[in-house]
């Protein structure tokens, strides 16, 4: 599938999941029995709908309020993928998805977070199918 332009401007997924996976503090971060229950109960498209308007309202402004802040370490399963994914405020935007900070985000800026949002989630989901090792 060709990559819109814009993407190729963020940061490639298999080199960001890759840097993630070497990162202990990112790979604390793990959904919990709750979080489990939520995302089955409500889908991946619902909770990725929740995490659209998380990052609108908490990421997407020049300047989000309590930056650096603005992310709980638990209570949805997306503020979870959002740790462990570098996704949480725009400090780490900066550093891990080369987003530059200071100005609002774009559509497809947004758009780009929610993918990897959701390709976190759809992988913590698959671990958890997984025969326990
Ligand atoms: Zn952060």
Redo the contacts with the bound molecule.
């Keep these: 599938m060709a990559v819109p332009a814009i993407m190729r401007a963020m940061r490639d997924f298999d080199d960001l999941f890759a840097a993630l996976r070497k990162s202990p503090f990112r790979c604390r971060f793990r959904l919990g029995p709750q979080d489990r229950a939520y995302l089955e109960q409500k889908t991946l498209a619902v909770v990725l709908d929740h995490g659209r308007q998380f990052v609108r309202q908490r990421l997407a402004p020049a300047v989000p309020r309590n930056d ?1 802040r603005q992310t709980p370490m638990r209570g949805h399963p997306i503020f979870v993928a959002q740790h462990a994914t ?1 996704t ?2 725009r ?2 935007l900066a550093k891990w998805h080369f987003i530059a900070p200071g100005r609002a985000l774009t559509d497809e800026e947004v758009e780009y977070v929610v993918e990897v949002l959701g390709r976190w989630l759809a992988g913590a989901t698959e671990d958890a199918e997984s025969p326990a090792a």
């Design positions: 650096g570098a949480c405020c400090g780490c």
